[in-house]
T-cell receptor, first 113, second 109 residues
């Protein structure tokens, strides 16, 4: 079974703090994604990566950055957390050969006070 | 702009059949996906349609009409464990997924 893990299920941070969200997948997938999920809105893509050290902006990259130093790990960084970044953050991975399915991690519910 | 519409919430009875609709307007089309998401959990893949017609997988079926920009997910013999949100997503011409807000399905005994 594909496993995508995220470093924390719940996180509480203060405005202005630097926040790191880690995602690890164990299936050697080329593609990795970071989404945020808010009530009443669909999943919104923040950043994605097709390969190590490669990153592409999604629909809402402002206020975020990412790092992919190893194939299995994709990190989302909030340089200076703000209250409007309070959300559920979901990481996903998928293989380039079978682009039909993304495998999601359990999510990190981040609260910024 | 790109838009995916699905009902916010639906209620159905255990053992019955329910149809969840999804309409879309996107820049290009490269497939439509349905995911299931239980409260507090990750979305999990249910189905994928790229050609018109019905795809059946056990109790779940998904239908696509590209000319109408329309899909539905059909759930038969509903069970309490089917209570979840159902997410519709379309892959656009850039191969990016555009997601609907999801339909919360409540199953009553």
């Amino acid at each position: 079974d594909v496993k995508v893990t995220q470093s924390s299920r719940y996180l509480v941070k203060r405005t202005g703090e630097k926040v790191f969200l880690e995602c690890v997948q164990d299936m050697d997938h080329e593609n990795m994604f970071w989404y945020r999920q808010d009530p009443g809105l669909g999943l919104r893509l923040i950043y994605f990566s097709y390969d190590v050290k490669m990153k592409e902006k999604g629909d809402i990259p402002e206020g975020y950055s990412v790092s992919r130093e190893k194939k299995e790990r994709f990190s989302l960084i909030l340089e200076s957390a703000s209250t409007n970044q309070t959300s559920m953050y979901l990481c996903a991975s998928g293989t380039r050969l079978d682009y039909n399915e993304q495998f999601f991690g359990p999510g990190t519910r981040l609260t910024v006070l | 702009g790109q838009n995916i519409d699905q009902p916010t919430e639906m209620t159905a009875t255990e053992g019955a059949i329910v149809q969840i609709n999804c309409t879309y307007q996107t820049s290009g089309f490269n497939g439509l996906f349905w995911y299931q998401q239980h409260a507090g959990e990750a979305p999990t893949f249910l189905s994928y349609n790229v050609l018109d017609g019905l795809e059946e997988k056990g109790r779940f079926s998904s239908f696509l009409s590209r000319s109408k920009g329309y899909s539905y997910l059909l759930l038969k013999e509903l069970q309490m464990k089917d209570s979840a949100s159902y997410l519709c997503a379309v892959r656009d011409s850039n191969y990016q997924l555009i997601w609907g807000a999801g339909t919360k399905l409540i199953i009553k005994p």
